[in-house]
């Protein structure tokens, strides 16, 4: 198995992967999207609010909000041996404030220092003169399976790594791919009249430049073992994080099979 990374922000990362069957990249993929646990607001308690949006409305506005995650602090509730709520599974969260004002994800007060909103601009309740809003809000960890709040990963997605073939004894260099093109995959050479291809990494297999060759020059095809890879996060968890937790949770599934199969099935 190779990696290569070729891009790589703060909450985005892009790498080829080469070396594995779709199966393996699939299953990434979607532990990735539903298994890896961040933080998130589960349940508020209002001491307080005669502002123009119902109780439920505020709080589903609050367990949207992206929290930083420590996954080494946290465990899951269920795996936590507290009878109730403890600080290894959940964090209180402090909303206060009175009209007139807007109350942004940045007033939130935390009793942990690790776990804070990913950004303070997002907006969460208008108060006008005479309004007010004093709630506390319980964060706790959990998986985008069981609920999206939870799911750390915007964008996760991979395709095959393309193949673009171009006949030079059949190309007359009519251009009509390169015009046709919608990512500018293709590009004339004026010098040399040929067609050349400058950012294979971007097509999308869509085989535009295929279809509108009057000469059938070109052929576009799928490395079968070799992948594009694409992950965003909410900012809640890194995406070398995410993968890493991904990696780890497969790793161990992978185990548990490997075992039941050794005992037998039993």
Same mark, same amino acid.
């Given at each position: ?28 993929? @979607? ?29 589903? @506005? ?24 403890? &600080? ?23 009793? $942990? ?70 990512? &500018? ?18 097509? &999308? ?42 990696? $780890? ?18």
């Amino acid at each position: 198995m190779e990696i290569e990374i070729i891009n790589r922000e703060d909450n985005q990362l892009t790498f080829i992967i080469e070396g594995v069957d779709t199966s393996l990249v699939n299953a990434l993929r @979607r532990i990735s999207l539903v298994e890896v646990p961040t933080m998130a607001i589960e349940t508020v308690e209002f001491l307080k609010n005669n502002a123009r949006i119902f109780d439920e409305a505020l709080a589903h @506005r609050l367990g949207l909000v992206p929290l930083n995650t420590d996954l080494e602090a946290m465990v899951l509730p269920e795996d936590c041996d507290c009878e109730g709520r403890c &600080s290894r599974c959940s964090v209180s969260l402090i909303l206060k404030g009175k009209g007139p004002k807007t109350l942004y994800s940045g007033d939130l007060k935390s009793e $942990d220092s690790t776990t804070q909103p990913v950004l303070d601009t997002i907006p969460l309740v208008k108060l006008k003169e005479g309004e007010e809003v004093e709630l506390e809000a319980i964060a706790q960890l959990g998986v985008g399976g069981e609920h999206a709040k939870w799911q750390a990963t915007t964008t996760c997605a991979y395709k095959h790594y393309p193949e673009i073939i171009i006949d030079t004894d059949k190309c007359e260099a009519c251009l009509n791919c390169v015009k046709e093109c919608p990512r &500018s995959v293709l590009e004339y050479d004026e010098e040399k009249n040929q067609i050349n291809v400058v950012d294979l990494e971007n097509c &999308s297999l869509c085989r535009t430049c295929m279809k509108d060759c009057p000469n059938q020059a070109i052929t576009v095809n799928i490395v079968e073992d070799k992948f594009i890879f694409r992950i965003e996060t909410d900012g809640s968890l890194s995406p070398t994080d995410v993968l890493t937790r991904a990696c $780890d949770i497969l790793n161990e599934k992978s185990i548990n099979i490997i075992t039941f199969c050794e005992e037998g099935g039993s």
